[in-house]
């Protein structure tokens, strides 16, 4: 657990959870329940390193079994602590109930700094890691299914997968027990920029809310709007390139190393591939070095996203802040203080719980292909490619006129995997974003959008308890 002056994650999320509660009707007992993280694995395992024996230390918690399977990210970081993973998979469960995705929530992390390991190295941890699930039966298609968090990509998750075959040879569903996959190991296209293309569609469906947008003091639409991201890694790069290609101007990035500026506009992809050759986001040619990285959560913009980590913006930076909207796709960078603030001060904190749940979304989408063992697509795309060409050609037949050849293209088009995962995610996050918004709108006492979306999750979680008969 937290040292006692340390930032207690946990608590923060049940606070956010107890004062949800008040709004609505369920049974204390069920809040409880719904409340407490079910399970909690605390590992520790040996792994040579060099010529020396390391004692890994290693977490998984299940917050919730009202569904099955449970679903959550792993984490590498030497900050991962069990507090930590209790909150995620806690957020987890919430997310999930949110979005409609049909999963109780998990959390994984590993105590490890993985810049300090060579690949070989990390392998050897990440497959040890799993064994030590499976012993447990910590993992499997129908159990617990793991995915990339901070730290860990498609490269982890397919070491996961081969171990996790190698432990179950037969099992025919074995693929649907890690999400997050390269598409040759069964992944699916469109889940390596699903977080950051989710960040992007709740954001743009909040702005494109016309009242909301008064009440901040702006325009509605994405487009003109200035943004600024902390982090450029999976979530916050592909958050930048969203924004930028839905019209907004990127106007400032940070990295733990330092922070850069441009009002002219950044471009996430130049600003890569600068990072790489130089190893610093800094000096980039046009942008203006910011004196430190947390600078730029200060500066002056309509958009900001922390992309990076918790408890970024807490009581003492809060009041600096001057973005007129933040839109939480790290998990947890604001800590209740932070939320107090920007309550008075009348900015809009679109919750994590909900915003970065494009990547849990999308993992359900590669999970239902495993479980189908079919891609996307697959059976239908020719046929409609067909049927939509014999209807353009009966009404250029009726019509006498004929339309552009780029005009054809996009009419004949049948729907790849890609298109039917973006198609999927954003129908996800406009609808999960209306909700809870008309939630809001219906009980103008609840103080922000994170309570709203909190009242949401639990109403659903609450009725799914209730639906299983554990609850009379
Ligand atoms: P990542 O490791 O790919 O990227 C994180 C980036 O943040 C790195 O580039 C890192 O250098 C940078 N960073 C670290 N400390 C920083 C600091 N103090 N200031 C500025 N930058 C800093 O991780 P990710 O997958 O992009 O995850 C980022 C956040 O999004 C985490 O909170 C994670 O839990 C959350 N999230 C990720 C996913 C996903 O699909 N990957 C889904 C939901 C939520």
Same mark, same amino acid.
């Given at each position: 657990m937290a040292a006692p002056n340390e930032y207690k994650f946990f608590e923060a999320v049940e606070k956010s959870f107890d004062i949800a509660a008040k709004f609505t009707n369920l049974d204390p007992g069920v809040l409880e329940q719904i409340k407490q993280c079910n399970s909690v694995y605390r590992m520790y395992f040996p792994v040579k390193i060099g010529d020396k024996i390391e004692v890994i230390k290693a977490?998984?918690?299940?917050?919730?079994?009202?569904?099955?399977?449970?679903?959550?990210?792993?984490?590498?970081?030497?900050?991962?602590?069990l507090d930590e993973v209790m909150a995620l998979a806690a957020l987890m469960t919430y997310k999930c109930a949110i979005v409609n995705v049909p999963f109780g929530g998990a959390k994984g992390g590993i105590t490890i700094d993985p810049k300090?390991?060579?690949?070989?190295?990390?392998?050897?941890?990440?497959?040890?890691?799993?064994?030590?699930?499976?012993?447990?039966n910590f993992i499997g298609p129908g159990i617990d299914v793991p995915a990339p968090d901070y730290g860990t990509g498609e490269r982890e998750m397919a070491w996961i997968l081969d171990t996790y075959m190698s432990m179950r040879p037969g099992e025919i569903d074995a693929m649907g027990c890690v999400t997050g996959k390269p598409i040759t190991q069964g992944g699916v296209r469109g889940r390596r920029e699903a977080t950051g293309?989710?960040?992007?569609?709740?954001?743009?469906?909040?702005?494109?809310?016309?009242?909301?947008?008064?009440?901040?003091?702006?325009?509605?639409?994405?487009?003109?709007?200035?943004?600024?991201?902390?982090?450029?890694? +999976?979530?916050?790069?592909?958050?930048?390139?969203?924004?930028?290609? @839905?019209?907004?101007?990127?106007? @400032?990035?940070?990295?733990?190393?330092?922070?850069?500026?441009?009002l002219d506009g950044l471009h996430e992809e130049e600003v890569f591939a600068h990072r790489k050759k130089t190893g610093s986001i800094l000096n980039f040619p046009g942008a203006t070095n910011l004196a430190q990285s947390t600078d730029a959560l200060e500066m002056e913009c309509d958009i900001l996203i922390p992309a990076a980590l918790e408890n970024v913006i807490n009581g003492a930076n809060a009041p600096r802040v001057r973005a007129k909207m933040i839109g939480e796709a790290a998990n947890g960078p604001l800590t209740p203080e932070a939320d107090e603030v920007f309550v008075k001060k009348g900015v809009l904190v679109v919750p994590d719980m909900y915003l970065n749940?494009?990547?849990?979304?999308?993992?359900?989408?590669?999970?239902?292909? +495993?479980?189908?063992?079919?891609?996307? @697509?697959?059976?239908?795309?020719?046929?409609t490619e067909n049927m939509n060409s014999h209807i353009l050609s009966q009404i250029e037949e009726l019509t006498g006129k004929t339309v552009s050849d780029k005009e054809k293209e996009f009419i004949l088009h049948g729907a790849d995997e890609v298109d039917l995962v973006y198609s999927g995610l954003e129908e996800t996050m406009i609808g999960a974003t209306r909700e809870i918004m008309d939630c809001w709108k219906k009980n103008p006492s609840i103080p922000d959008m994170r309570t709203a979306a909190y009242v949401v999750a639990i109403n659903k979680v609450g009725t799914a308890y209730a639906e299983l008969g554990i609850f009379p």
């Open positions: 977490y998984r918690v299940q917050h919730s079994h009202h569904k099955s399977p449970c679903k959550g990210g792993i984490r590498f970081s030497l900050s991962v602590n300090k390991y060579t690949p070989y190295e990390l392998e050897k941890i990440t497959r040890r890691y799993t064994s030590e699930l499976i012993k447990k293309l989710g960040v992007f569609y709740g954001i743009r469906e909040v702005c494109n809310m016309p009242d909301v947008m008064e009440k901040l003091g702006m325009g509605t639409g994405v487009e003109g709007k200035t943004v600024v991201v902390q982090g450029l890694g +999976n979530v916050g790069f592909h958050a930048a390139k969203f924004f930028r290609e @839905g019209g907004a101007r990127v106007i @400032g990035l940070a990295e733990y190393e330092g922070a850069i500026m441009n749940a494009g990547g849990v979304t999308v993992s359900y989408f590669e999970w239902l292909k +495993n479980l189908s063992h079919v891609r996307y @697509g697959r059976m239908e795309k020719r046929f």
